[in-house]
Nanobody, 115 residues
Framework: QVQLVESGGGLVQPGESLRLSCAASGSSISAGVMSWYRQAPGKQREFVALITTRGNTNYINSVKGRFTISRVNAENTVYLQMNNLKPEDTAVYYC?????????WGKGTLVTVSS
């Protein structure tokens, strides 16, 4: 059974940075497409970023140039580097894995951007 555990969330001021981690167990992330989603208070969950099995990446327009998704297969971990954070980035961030025909979600980590 694949398990995803997010970490790295917290309270930061606008303009600061955070790095989120998603540690996977039970399967190799090299065999799957890894994604980050987020859900702000009172809003629907939205796609943020993904990285394919070949290392190609994609981002929602609002985070382009500020966020970077990456993975270290040897560590079985995917990262989301978030720079120049804005209050509108405040949300619970979720890690998602698509491996073979299965879909897995982490429980989320809260990012709060406020002065």
């Amino acid at each position: 059974q694949v398990q995803l555990v997010e970490s790295g969330g917290g309270l930061v001021q606008p303009g600061e940075s955070l790095r989120l981690s998603c540690a996977a167990s039970g399967s190799s992330i090299s065999a799957g497409v890894m994604s980050w989603y987020r859900q702000a208070p009172g809003k629907q969950r939205e796609f943020v970023a993904l990285i394919t099995t070949r290392g190609n990446t994609n981002y929602i327009n609002s985070v382009k140039g500020r966020f970077t998704i990456s993975r270290v297969n040897a560590e079985n971990t995917v990262y989301l580097q978030m720079n120049n954070l804005k209050p509108e980035d405040t949300a619970v961030y979720y890690c998602k894995a698509n491996i073979v025909i299965r879909e897995y979600w982490g429980k989320g980590t809260l990012v709060t951007v406020s002065s």
